[in-house]
């Protein structure tokens, strides 16, 4: 069955950056597009970016546009989320995503 292990996130102060990283088993990575997700502390789910099964293309939500960006090393089945300029509002669990599934989520606190 689809797994997804998110890892990378902790306590980082105001302009920090952050990795996270997903890495997926259970099916076959090189052919699904795949997403990163968030939700803040009472709040909705959030889109934050996807990416296409080959790379080839990238798209971001407005709110991450610039900050944020998404890659993935098919040979690794992985994909990564590179955050920079991180800023309080984007504190939140963060979550991949393939093939309608979702991984446990890892937390990202932006705080100093």
């Known amino acids: 069955q689809v797994q997804l292990v998110e890892s990378g996130g902790g306590l980082v102060q105001p302009g920090g950056s952050l990795r996270l990283s997903c890495a997926a088993s259970?099916?076959?990575?090189?052919?699904?597009?795949m997403s990163w997700a968030r939700q803040a502390p009472g709040k909705g789910l959030e889109w934050v970016a996807g990416i296409y099964s080959d790379s080839s293309d990238t798209f971001y939500a407005d709110s991450v546009k610039d900050r944020f960006t998404i890659s993935r090393d098919n040979a690794k089945n992985t994909m990564y989320l590179q955050m920079n300029s991180l800023k309080p509002e984007d504190t939140a669990v963060y979550y991949c995503?393939?093939?309608?599934?979702w991984g446990q989520g890892t937390q990202v606190t932006v705080s100093s």
């Open positions: 259970g099916f076959t990575f090189n052919t699904y597009a």
């Open positions: 995503s393939a093939k309608d599934s």
